[in-house]
């Protein structure tokens, strides 16, 4: 006598034969693993530790200010993040898509939730008002769960989905859920103070989007010369490697530039000017607030900033004045409004 084969979101996973006791259907297998997917992730992987080491020099004081914290820095960082979702989608496709393989799913998700647990506990110790609770790790391992029903829904109700949840951050902002235990989906009017924060919106948008080119698009990327793609070279091998194990590198690279970036500013120390550019803006917000004119503040500002640099009395780095380097820098700031003040009213 037979029982009716198990299925997982409508696919037959196996027949079995319960007088026999032996299965009569193979396991499902993965989609054939495509080189040119690996080199792209490998590509991926080349610029995060691109962008990291950029936020590392300017948080080691190693560059005048953080670069990684500016606008482009930040566009860069979310098309970086982007790309990797996106992947998570394809990859998705890959490993599920002729059904659901149960078990390395599952390991898979384990791994990846254990990365991101990691993270959170490395970052919690080192930046404890800044720690990561829900950044690309998280976002994944919860996305590579949410996205497998869209491995087998129709092809349009994964495109709708995708852009829910796209829009949805740009026409929802509820302060309810600005509540920690609700932060990692994106939907509040705040955003917490983190390091990496990748919340489910807008982010799994691109996770559907991405199961939707890999549906769509592996079967012919697949019979194309660019699917029949093999690496010969060093870096073309190398590339795939990376891409096959892009875990481990994210675990591992940053800890490494972070080690190497501390050992240097131990050895040539931090770059003069860092901070200058908001030691120049705190000034002129504090300025205006007390009374100046803004126009007068800028200026009184970089004039401040330069004398404290000529006189070694700019400090960011933590180190402690003297009260007489103290009064010097008071007498210094208030020297250079004044004079700007004067010559303002002479000018009328």
Known sequence: MEREAPTWFGCTIMSVDVTLDRPVAAPLEPQRRLPVIDAIRAAALAAMASYHTLWDLGHLR???ENYALTPAGRLAAEMIAGSFLLLVGVGLVLMNGRGVRLRPTLTRFARIGGAALLVTLG????FPDAFVFFGVLHC???????GLPFLFLPVPVAVLAAAAFLVAPHVVDAPILDAPALSF???GSVVPRTNDYVPLFPWFG???????????????LARSRLGAWTPHTRLGRAATVAGRHSLAIYLIHQPV???VLTGLVTVVGANPRAGLRAFRADY??????????????RIAARCTSEALLREDLFREDGRPFSGTERLRAQAI????????????????
């Open 257 to 259: 530039l972070l080690a």
């Open 140 to 146: 994944i391992a919860v996305s590579s769960l949410l």
């Open 284 to 297: 002129v917000t504090i300025c205006a607030r007390t009374g100046g004119e803004p126009p007068l503040c």
């Open 62 to 64: 190693l560059t005048a």
């Open 206 to 220: 691109l996770v559907l989007v991405g199961i939707v080119l890999g549906r769509l698009g592996l079967p012919k």
């Open 185 to 187: 989906l994106g939907l």
């Open 333 to 348: 700031s208030q020297g250079c409004y004044a004079a700007l003040e004067a010559a303002a009213r002479m000018a009328r």
């Open 123 to 126: 970052t919690w110790a080192i």
